[in-house]
């Protein structure tokens, strides 16, 4: 598995993490071939893998995607790479593992809960946590 560990260095790899996805819709096919993101890599490994392998990293993967949500608020095209990225895998695929957190984030979050709106559905998240989240997120049951 990639490893992320440098939280010193978040914001540089957020930086590389919205440039990867800038190179990918480029034009050119040099940079589309050159693009790499290896918080991106990591973060695909962990909230793509098996939901019991995503908790010793709980912490981190937490830490991360809270942190893109914060960065891409105020950029929609940096939002939408968040929201039917990282976030929308967080949600969909450890929803179990972090429904909690999840809502008390979009509780007390108010660019979190703007991005948890921008999701297109809550169907998979568990049960208890969706009725929450329609809550918090002003929609019908």
């Known amino acids: 598995m990639p490893e992320f560990t440098d939280f010193n260095n978040l914001d540089e790899a957020m930086d590389d993490y919205f440039s990867y996805f800038r190179m990918l819709a480029s034009s050119s096919r040099a940079e589309r071939i050159a693009a790499h993101s290896e918080l991106n890599d990591w973060l695909q490994e962990c909230l793509l893998s098996p939901p019991w392998k995503v908790r010793p990293d709980a912490d981190a993967i937490w830490r991360v995607v809270v942190a893109l949500v914060a960065r891409a608020a105020e950029n ?3 939002l939408a790479i968040v929201i039917a990225g990282p976030l929308e895998d967080l949600v969909y695929q450890h929803g179990v593992v972090f429904g909690e957190r999840i809502v008390e984030q979009t509780r007390t979050d108010r660019r979190f809960r703007m991005a948890m709106s921008g999701m297109v559905s809550l169907d ?16 019908p049951g």
């Open 76 to 78: 929609p095209e940096e």
């Open 124 to 139: 998979t998240v568990p049960d208890v946590y969706r009725s929450q989240l329609r809550v918090l997120l002003d929609r």
